[in-house]
């Protein structure tokens, strides 16, 4: 009889201790699939948000700008973007990995009214680029629309447009530096008001069209960066060196292309969080195999006996070892498929379905969205499997190298 049936049929002796050590992996493995789940949703959106909202994928600006960028100089701006989007969506080594090319205008400016003035950042983009970037248009309040096409109108932050008096319909009127450090008015009719649930966005962000922002900046047909969506945000750092190695080619110089990984500390916080939250799956899965160990322990002082008698007729100790090991290897084995299973089946049906974080975000100011969907990343509920299994063979080694170091004469009296 081979080690693997001698470990089957053993597991068999004792039914109720054996689901008990089986229980126990598979609720820590489905905690820990499900935790993986919602992890990977909370990190993905964070990177997902702040990539749309703030740098793409890969994103493109002068030096000049990039040196001062916290004041958003529209002296500094790219000039000719359009020549410039182009050569990068012509990018080799890109082909079919871009998914969006925009430009954007970035500036500050002094928001006026009938009886309040504010200061606030101003967003210029093409209307039908953004709604795939900031996806302000699906955050508008009842009775409002977005940024016509056409141009000459805003949509504000909820509460922006509180402080300062606004409402759907009336006249906003924006002062901010030219690109030839004039100052540039202009006046739009609001057309909405967003609530994003992010306070520091809906208390100081107002959006316009491209064209608009252009004419009250003075940028003629630049923008102040570029962003770069790729298919794949994993991809940002080998699309930032192919870009900017084609646009050194192409003779544009004096140019800043980063991916959105080294701008600001939001990818540090990620990569951070992903390795402290993937220590955490490892303790819960250690927790859970525990209890293999103790039944194990229970399982070599039971059968003491009858190791001495297998000893004394001539098995040897590493086989012994190969017995007590295998059985609780079959129990972490079981126990983690199960809960891969059920994990995944749970991650699937809440990545439809989400999970409501409202309350807990809006005044955070972390770039998430509201409703989390977990991930349901086969690679990782395979890797996640492979752990508990692992952890199994390590809570049940000492035990089993117990049972093979015992003495035969000593294993059979003490019995």
């Known amino acids: 009889m081979n080690v693997i049936t001698m470990a089957v049929r053993n597991l068999g002796r004792n039914r109720r201790r054996t689901f008990l050590a089986m229980l126990s992996v598979l609720i820590a493995i489905t905690m820990v699939v499900c935790m993986d789940g919602l992890i990977t949703g909370v990190l993905d959106s964070m990177a997902r948000n702040f990539t749309k909202n703030e740098t793409g994928h890969v994103n493109v600006a002068t030096a000049e700008y990039r ?150 900046l003075g940028l003629g047909t630049g923008a102040s960066e570029i962003l770069v969506m790729l298919k794949d945000y994993r991809d940002s750092d080998e699309a930032a060196r192919l870009i900017s190695a084609r646009l050194a080619a192409a003779g544009y110089d004096k140019l800043s292309v980063q991916s959105w990984t080294s701008l600001g500390d939001i990818a540090s916080l990620i990569t951070l969080s992903g390795n402290i939250y993937f220590f955490g799956e490892i303790i819960v899965a250690f927790l859970g195999a525990f209890i293999i160990a103790n039944i194990m322990m229970m399982v070599v002082l039971e059968r003491r006996r009858e190791i001495g008698i297998l000893k004394s007729m001539g098995m040897e100790p590493f086989r012994i070892l190969r017995l007590f090991l295998a059985e609780g290897v079959l129990l972490g084995l079981i126990g ?80």
């Open 67 to 216: 040196a001062r960028e916290r004041f958003m100089p529209a002296s500094a701006a790219l000039a000719e973007s359009d020549a410039l989007m182009e050569a990068i969506r012509t990018t080799p080594g890109l082909e079919g990995r871009i998914v969006l090319v925009a430009p954007r205008a970035l500036f500050g400016v002094v928001l006026s009214s009938a009886t309040a003035t504010k200061a606030a950042r101003g967003i210029g983009g093409d209307p039908s680029a953004e709604k795939h970037l900031l996806m302000l248009d699906r955050a508008l309040l009842p009775g409002s629309s977005y940024i016509d096409q056409r141009g000459g109108t805003a949509i504000l932050g909820a509460k922006l447009a509180e402080d300062l008096g606004l409402k759907v319909g009336d006249t906003l009127k924006v002062i901010a530096e030219k690109a030839d450090f004039g100052m540039g008015f202009k006046k739009f009719r609001i057309a909405g008001l967003f609530r994003t649930g992010l306070d520091a966005f809906d208390d100081s962000t107002f959006q316009v069209g491209l064209a608009d922002a252009r004419e009250l």
């Open 336 to 415: 983690s498929a199960a809960g891969a299973i059920l994990g995944s089946a749970l991650n699937a049906w809440l990545s439809v379905k989400g999970l409501d974080f409202s309350r807990n975000i809006a005044g955070s100011g972390i770039p998430m969205d509201n409703i989390i969907y977990p991930g349901v990343h086969p690679s990782h509920v395979a890797l996640l499997f492979l752990l508990g299994v692992a952890v199994s063979a390590i809570m049940a080694f000492l035990p089993s190298r117990n049972a093979a170091r015992m003495n035969p004469i000593d294993a059979i009296r003490s019995a």
